[in-house]
């Protein structure tokens, strides 16, 4: 079937060129660009954080900048 489709000029220059540099047509382009946008997840397909728990009481911080410390250390300079 053939349409028409308007597009950015900046946008219809690179993807001419990206079809001489991988050997395609821009035919094939559009059609595979296509198949990609219908084949993203719909939202039910989200990731989702299963739930976690720990036991016990937790870890009490009372100085941050000790650990801040332990994690750059090595990095930088000190």
């Not at 198949?35 to 009481?57: V, Y």
């Amino acid at each position: 079937m053939k349409t028409t489709v308007e597009i950015a000029d900046p946008l219809f220059h690179s993807a001419r060129a990206y079809c001489v540099e991988k050997g395609l047509t821009f035919r094939q382009l559009v059609e595979s660009g296509v198949r990609m946008a219908m084949k993203q997840p719909n939202d039910s397909n989200k990731f989702r954080l299963k739930p976690f728990g720990f036991q016990g009481e937790g870890q009490i911080v009372r100085d941050w900048s000790e650990i801040q410390n332990l994690i750059y250390s090595g990095r930088g300079d000190e």
